[in-house]
């Protein structure tokens, strides 16, 4: 046997003891390793959603259209830049165009909350405070956006809302703010370790337990089953409820409604890693944290506040985390659903109207979020940041053009925000990013300085013409919200088409060469896909020229595509 056998051999063997005692440890300690182990290789979501309802706040149904900070300001904001910004956006003729989102992206808070806790902007950039400055952008008749992430942290290492998630939604709210972008950074993932549960306790606030949950009288579900501490084996208690593998569940009868106490006693071992487990009372998902350390006692609890409905009430005990997707699903409907208690509950509060707070999923496409997107939020980032370079928008354009059967009305794609105007782009790559964006039914966020729109500049007036394409702006907001389907992929050449909800149908042709492309395309050949819904029609089709305004009638589109650029047309019959 040679020295390298031998080495081999020793590293398979320490592997297989760490492999070993990591299993049956797992075991000894209520949890399913093979369930702890089904998460690799896997990024996406395990949970399953398919009867979750659709997030639904009655807004933005379609792609929402306005003004981020990031791209042109990124850290250095001030209230003077926004709402001069929101002036620009009005006197430019952008808002009638409808444009109507001012986002201050990130940077825009103090390292500090409040002495209740809550966000507050930066007090010297923003001395007026975001209330003042949104009540001033809403006077202008726009809506207000704000930032914030899904993290300990945001990307620039401000407070962000992680743990915090419904006392900032209702601060947002009270504010009167109308988005909310969630990003990514300093997130925490949740564990889907969960330790075994001795027993529960449910008491009114104020009074005694009258009823305790107890793993004799649990129904499991899945692997979950009654343990024995190893360590205590006088005691048991509910196990192998830890990644998805076993729910336990108690029915309970209460003569009034109400809120009530929750006392979870769960067994520490000697070290224990922070875990996780839901208490889902009737369908509504409370989340409990355990903490992580060195135990003093074998036991501890956590509590909880739930609500309970008079008579019959089931709960049960769960940890559905096996991916990051999972965890993210969670966190980002958490944040969602904060965002919608918190904006009902202030137009309850001050008997105004509700203003709806469009939320923003900003995980960069990391857990897929187009496969559960649409049960959390209204949007959702489909890749990493964007760039004014060509070779950047037209890498995010390949991704996110294949994602089109995951948007619909509400729900919807976003490929991040636009870079018309910046950077060293071209004319002809700055009308093509715009259309494609707008044949994506993407959001179109601006990302350039509004304020120098006015200058009278060639420039300022081809942004200006550009931006406010209106027969374009009519494809991006289409009712149906059915992205385009790239009909065919080459090198050089891509063609997209998309159904509008009037029967006509969008078709663009995007040459990605060096140099000037000629096109001919037989119309009646768009019958043959069936996402189009195209219907040939006898005679001739009305062909618009969406950049040169022309109309002509045919059943043949010729054209020629100049390099890095688009041509574009509605088809109509
Ligand atoms: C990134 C995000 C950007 C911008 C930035 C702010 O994660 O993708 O769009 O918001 O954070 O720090």
């Known amino acids: 046997m040679t020295a390298f056998t031998i080495f081999i051999l020793a590293v398979l063997a320490i592997a297989l003891v760490a492999f070993c005692t990591w299993f049956f440890a797992s075991i000894a300690d209520g949890k399913c390793p093979m369930c702890a182990l089904k998460h690799i290789g896997r990024g996406k979501l395990t949970i399953d959603i398919k009867k979750e309802p659709n997030y639904e706040n009655n807004v933005s149904s379609t792609p929402i259209m306005g003004w981020s900070s990031w791209n042109l300001l990124r850290n250095h904001i001030d209230e003077d830049a926004i709402y001069g910004t929101a002036k620009a956006m009005v006197d430019s003729g952008l808002a009638e165009a409808g444009y109507e989102y001012i986002n201050i992206d990130d940077c825009w808070q103090s390292s500090m909350r409040d002495e209740d806790g809550k966000l507050q902007a930066d007090l010297e950039a923003f001395p007026s405070g975001i209330e003042a400055l949104c009540k001033r952008v809403n006077a202008l008749g726009l809506k207000l956006g704000i930032y914030s992430s899904n993290g300990t942290l945001t990307c620039e290492d401000m407070p962000a809302s992680l743990g915090n998630e419904e006392l900032d939604a209702k601060t947002f709210a009270s504010w009167g703010i109308e988005y909310l972008k969630y ?245 002809d790559e700055n009308r093509a990013h715009f259309t494609l964006w707008c044949m994506m039914a993407a959001p179109l966020v601006l990302g350039n300085d509004l304020r120098r729109l006015a200058d009278g500049s060639s420039k300022s007036r081809f942004l200006i013409d550009t931006l406010t394409n209106k027969s374009l702006i009519l494809i991006d907001q289409d009712p149906l919200v059915k992205p385009a389907k790239r009909i065919k992929r080459s090198p050089a050449l891509d063609i997209l088409a998309r159904p509008l909800a009037n029967g006509d149908t969008a078709i663009c042709f995007f040459n990605k060469s060096a140099k000037e492309r000629p096109v001919e395309f037989d119309i009646d050949s768009l019958s043959e896909y069936k996402y189009l819904n195209f219907r040939r029609a006898p005679g001739n089709y009305e062909i618009h020229d969406l950049w040169t305004d022309d109309r002509n009638a045919g059943t043949k589109i010729t054209a020629t595509v100049p390099k890095h650029g688009v041509a574009v047309f509605r088809i109509s019959q």
Not at 252 to 261: A, H, L, N, R, T
Not at 382 to 395: E, H, L, Q, V
């Open 183 to 427: 990003d990514f950074c300093h997130n925490q993932i949740i564990t889907g370790s969960t330790p075994i549960i001795e027993f529960a306790d449910i008491s009114k606030p104020g009074e005694r337990s009258q009823m305790r949950l107890r793993p004799d009288h649990a129904k499991y579900t899945g692997r979950a089953k009654t343990v024995k501490c190893t360590d205590l084996p006088s005691k048991q208690g509910m196990g192998f409820l830890n990644h998805g593998a076993g729910t336990a569940s108690f029915n309970v009868d209460v003569p009034y409604g109400g809120e009530y106490i929750i006392t979870i006693h769960y067994h520490k071992t000697a070290y224990h890693k922070k875990q996780y487990m839901q208490v889902v009372v009737n369908g509504r998902v409370y989340e409990v944290h355990f903490p992580s350390g060195f135990s003093m006692s074998h036991d501890a609890k956590v509590q909880a506040e739930i609500r309970l409905d008079s008579g019959d009430n089931k709960i049960t005990f769960q940890n559905p985390v096996v991916t990051m997707a999972d965890s993210s699903y969670i966190q980002y409907k958490r944040m969602g659903e904060a965002l919608q208690n918190a904006s009902r509950g202030w137009a309850a509060y001050t008997g105004k109207e509700e203003k709806p707070i469009t939320f923003s999923i900003c995980e960069w496409g990391f857990a897929h979020p187009w496969n559960w997107g649409r049960k959390a939020g209204n949007m959702w980032r489909t890749t990493m940041d964007i760039t004014p370079k060509w070779f950047r928008i037209k890498s995010i354009y390949n991704k996110s053009v294949e994602l089109y059967r995951y948007a619909s009305p509400g729900h919807i794609n976003d490929p991040d925000m636009l870079e018309v105007g910046n950077g060293k782009l071209t004319p």
